[in-house]
């Protein structure tokens, strides 16, 4: 865990850092990862994550984080029927830092008396996160242990970056525009893994699984499995897009 910032200079260099982080995981050149280690300069923290919200499937996908499988299971798939939940969604669209929960509202949080609590968890912050057109696209966890509470500035820095951290976690953000030429390549998406784009360059042969499978000598239900996280990671409802919004990347199988 890194050493607590003192000084707001301090703070505001990091925050400076983390927005880069974040800008070159939303154009693919960086991963998300990196946003993490970036943000434990702003708020030291002991876990943290950055996870993905998929529209169709209803729950979160986690890109990046530190969290323990228990903990990083309930963020991904129950975190989103928590009582907290509705409070950050809510108009105020604020980060909520458990210092500041009411207590009643935290007695009745399955993630904070089951998850948080059993590891230590005494501090930290939990923020929805807003594309520019409103839609949710996913939510950045933070926590600490031991009685620590983030300075102002730190608290304010990671407001200020919620723009940022927002487009890192948008699969539209990487997608072309709408002016784009056909022909010309857009920016690659982000947050797939290099097995994951193989299978994606490999969808817009409109080849079967069992066709992917025999030519990156894996098994079908992997390649199955795979799809599955493209589809979520970029948000897309099915293969078919997947291909096309591949096509018009401009990746495409080698040979």
């Given at each position: 865990?890194?050493a607590?910032?003192?000084?707001?200079?301090?703070?505001?260099?990091?925050?400076?850092?983390?927005?880069?982080?974040?800008?070159?995981?939303?154009?693919?050149?960086?991963?998300?990862?990196?946003v993490?280690?970036?943000l434990?300069e702003?708020?030291?923290?002991d876990?943290?994550?950055?996870?993905r919200w998929?529209?169709?499937?209803?729950?979160?996908?986690?890109?990046?984080?530190s969290?323990?499988?228990e903990?990083?299971?309930?963020?991904?798939?129950?975190l989103?029927?928590?009582?907290?939940?509705?409070?950050?969604?809510?108009p105020?669209?604020?980060?909520?830092?458990l210092?500041?929960?009411?207590?009643?509202?935290?007695?009745?949080?399955?993630?904070f008396r089951?998850?948080l609590?059993?590891?230590?968890?005494?501090d930290?912050?939990?923020?929805?996160l807003?594309?520019?057109d409103?839609?949710?696209?996913?939510m950045?966890?933070?926590s600490a242990?031991?009685?620590r509470?983030a300075?102002e500035?730190?608290?304010a820095?990671?407001?200020?970056?919620?723009?940022?951290?927002?487009?890192?976690?948008?699969?539209?953000?990487?997608?072309?525009?709408?002016?784009a030429p056909?022909?010309g390549?857009?920016?690659a998406?982000?947050?797939?893994?290099?097995?994951e784009?193989?299978?994606?360059?490999?969808?817009?042969?409109?080849?079967?699984n069992?066709?992917?499978?025999?030519?990156?000598?894996?098994?079908?239900?992997?390649?199955?499995?795979?799809?599955?996280?493209?589809?979520?990671?970029?948000?897309l409802?099915?293969?078919?897009?997947a291909?096309a919004?591949?096509?018009?990347?401009?990746?495409?199988?080698?040979?």
């Amino acid at each position: 865990m890194a050493a607590e910032r003192s000084t707001a200079a301090d703070i505001l260099d990091a925050a400076v850092r983390v927005r880069e982080a974040a800008r070159g995981a939303a154009a693919g050149a960086a991963g998300p990862d990196a946003v993490l280690t970036a943000l434990a300069e702003v708020v030291p923290y002991d876990h943290a994550s950055l996870a993905r919200w998929d529209p169709v499937r209803r729950r979160h996908t986690t890109l990046a984080g530190s969290y323990p499988q228990e903990a990083t299971a309930y963020i991904e798939t129950r975190l989103h029927r928590d009582p907290v939940f509705s409070v950050l969604r809510g108009p105020a669209r604020g980060g909520l830092w458990l210092g500041d929960v009411p207590r009643p509202l935290l007695a009745s949080s399955p993630g904070f008396r089951d998850v948080l609590l059993p590891l230590g968890i005494e501090d930290g912050v939990a923020q929805c996160l807003f594309a520019a057109d409103g839609r949710y696209v996913g939510m950045l966890n933070v926590s600490a242990r031991g009685p620590r509470r983030a300075p102002e500035p730190a608290r304010a820095a990671v407001t200020l970056l919620t723009e940022a951290l927002a487009a890192a976690l948008d699969p539209r953000a990487a997608a072309p525009p709408a002016d784009a030429p056909a022909h010309g390549p857009a920016r690659a998406p982000g947050g797939l893994s290099p097995r994951e784009r193989e299978v994606l360059a490999q969808l817009t042969t409109g080849r079967t699984n069992r066709e992917i499978a025999e030519r990156l000598y894996i098994t079908p239900r992997t390649v199955g499995t795979h799809v599955e996280h493209i589809l979520a990671k970029l948000d897309l409802p099915n293969r078919a897009a997947a291909a096309a919004h591949a096509a018009a990347w401009g990746i495409a199988p080698p040979g």
